[in-house]
């Protein structure tokens, strides 16, 4: 098997995971289960999240990608360094 293909496929997995974990924490705190926030849960996400990135740069690196061409993909790296950048400090 191909890195692009190990690469695709740890990146699709990360993104289904960010979203089955923010919908999790959406429905505990929902149904007033505040307590998973002393849980591995708390920090889970933001693990993933880095795996997440991780991936989308390898796959950048292992692509021929060139900035400019695809300008939702441009669009959408710099959206991500800007909430990076730009988001508060807990």
């Not at 890195?3 to 149904?31: E, G, I, N, P, Q």
């Not at 591995?40 to 060139?66: E, G, K, Q, Y």
């Amino acid at each position: 098997m191909s890195s692009y293909l190990v690469l695709k496929s740890v990146h699709m997995t990360a993104a289904y995971l960010t979203v089955a974990l923010f919908s999790l924490r959406l429905l505990l705190d929902a149904v007033g289960k505040p307590r998973w926030r002393t849980t591995p849960l708390r920090w889970i996400p933001h693990a993933n999240d880095t795996v997440l990135l991780v991936a989308a740069i390898s796959l950048l690196v292992v692509t021929p990608w060139m900035p400019f061409v695809h300008g939702w993909l441009t669009a959408k790296i710099l959206l991500l360094v800007g909430y990076i950048v730009l988001a508060p400090s807990p």
